[in-house]
């Protein structure tokens, strides 16, 4: 009401000499103005954050493994911070005269296709955390294909954003805006509404879905599963405090590596005691019978020195394994975690455009001049909220993954005392 106020004002200042397309311009440029400043300072973050991300993990985390995708989805979420800005901006700012055809075509095509590689990057990452949790004795995901699933990733989106080149560009309309007829030019995805283009769209948006769902359902059970190892971990850590509640971890590990002894050394004389005496080894001699009995008595003291000599060391090389076993499980878990987040950011920021796009070409004749000022903030905000995917990930790494935050943490001091050293010096 504010706004069609003062438009209202300016047509009566200006009478019969009223640009209306000027001010369709101005309607919402503090809007547009707002975007593009968040639009400015995301992409500033997004740049740091993912370059720090690619230079740590490609040169500084020399033991990948498990995090082998982390640079390259860094590397692809990087590129996106360099595509989609330029794309958003030139959006913004000249949403109803737009400058440039080619412009339109290429930027609309790089902004389908970063983004898109970048979900199927997160499918696989799902796929291979479901192969790593959920079948751990079955295939693993080799070097040889993660380097090719990547590659067919990045090759699959180009592959379907390559026709938005030529279905893309600058649609010139006439609308009504305040009972008069104005040009607009608008950078669509598409200038034609034939069948085909029609089932293009359905096709990507199809795609796009279709990731969504696959990703999520492959994480589903790996969720499942570790919150299963989890609880695991938890009623072990229980019973060993309601067994001995004076040393838990030493005494829980000292005991199952004793009684792991004891056992296999008990089960040894139990099958030399049973073993089916024969007949030719019956004698009624007695000093055979008690050379019979000292030779017994001689293995079961062996059996007690061998425990005596063991004992210790075995318990030691028992817990290092142990605590080796549940360092690893615990990372493992935790980048799990790390990647269920991801994962997860990814959903709730590819939906609302997704929707979007969707109903932009669901509805009959589509026209942002009829939308309210809220309802165009609404649809602005939320069609760029994808975006966000390729902030946030740096933020994600940093947080759950304490190698990274390690190293991190040691070059920051390092680059501290440089700093300090250079303005002392």
Same mark, same amino acid.
């Given at each position: 009401m504010h706004i069609n106020f003062l438009f209202a004002m300016r047509f009566v200042a200006m009478g019969n000499d009223t640009d209306y397309q000027s001010l369709l311009l101005e309607r919402y440029s503090d809007i547009s103005l707002s975007s593009s400043i968040l639009i400015v300072i995301g992409a500033v973050i997004g740049i740091i954050g993912n370059s720090t991300i690619v230079i740590f993990y490609l040169f500084r985390i020399k033991e990948r493994g498990e995090r082998y995708f982390i640079p390259l989805l860094a590397i692809v979420d990087l590129v996106a911070c360099f595509t989609s800005p330029p794309f958003y901006i030139m959006d913004n700012t000249f949403f109803y005269n737009y400058p440039n055809d080619a412009a339109c075509r290429v930027l609309s095509f790089l902004q389908t296709c970063v983004p898109g590689a970048s979900a199927h990057v997160l499918l696989i990452i799902s796929i291979q955390r479901y192969l790593l949790v959920c079948k751990p004795f079955g295939p693993k995901m080799t070097l040889f294909w993660k380097r090719i699933l990547f590659a067919l990733a990045c090759g699959f989106a180009v592959l379907y954003s390559a026709p938005l080149l030529a279905t893309s560009g600058v649609l010139q309309t006439v609308d009504t805006f305040m009972n008069h007829n104005v040009t607009t030019e608008i950078c669509k995805f598409s200038v034609d509404t034939s069948p085909r283009i029609t089932a293009?769209?359905?096709?990507?948006?199809?795609?796009?879905?279709?990731?969504?769902? !696959? $990703?999520?359902?492959?994480?589903?059970?790996?969720?499942?599963?570790?919150?299963?190892?989890? =609880?695991?971990?938890?009623?072990?850590?229980?019973?060993?405090?309601?067994?001995?509640?004076?040393?838990?971890?030493?005494?829980?590990? !000292? $005991?199952?590596?004793?009684?792991?002894?004891?056992?296999?050394?008990?089960?040894?004389?139990? =099958?030399k005691e049973s073993r089916p005496i024969k007949l030719s080894e019956i004698k009624y001699n007695s000093n055979k019978k008690v050379h019979h009995e000292t030779t017994q008595e001689s293995s079961d003291a062996t059996s007690k020195n061998y425990l005596h000599h063991k004992g210790p060391d075995n318990q030691d090389e028992n817990t290092e394994n142990k605590h080796s076993k549940c360092k690893g499980e615990s990372v493992q878990r935790r980048i799990t975690i790390m990647f269920l987040v991801i994962i997860i950011a990814y959903v709730l920021s590819y939906i609302p455009p997704l929707v979007i796009l969707i109903l932009s070409y669901a509805i009959e004749d589509f026209n942002f001049i009829t939308l309210s000022e809220g309802q165009t903030v609404a649809w602005i905000y939320l069609a760029r909220f994808i975006f966000l995917n390729h902030i946030v990930n740096p933020f994600i790494y940093g947080y759950f993954d304490a190698k990274f935050r390690e190293q991190l943490q040691k070059h920051f001091r390092k680059w501290k005392a440089c700093l300090i050293c250079h303005f002392k010096g």
């Open positions: 293009y769209f359905g096709l990507l948006a199809l795609i796009m879905v279709a990731n969504l769902v !696959v $990703t999520a359902g492959l994480y589903a059970p790996v969720l499942k599963q570790v919150k299963h190892s989890f =609880r695991s971990k938890l009623k072990v850590i229980e019973k060993s405090k309601e067994t001995n509640p004076i040393s838990e971890t030493e005494s829980s590990n !000292v $005991t199952q590596s004793t009684e792991t002894e004891i056992g296999s050394v008990e089960h040894i004389k139990e =099958r």
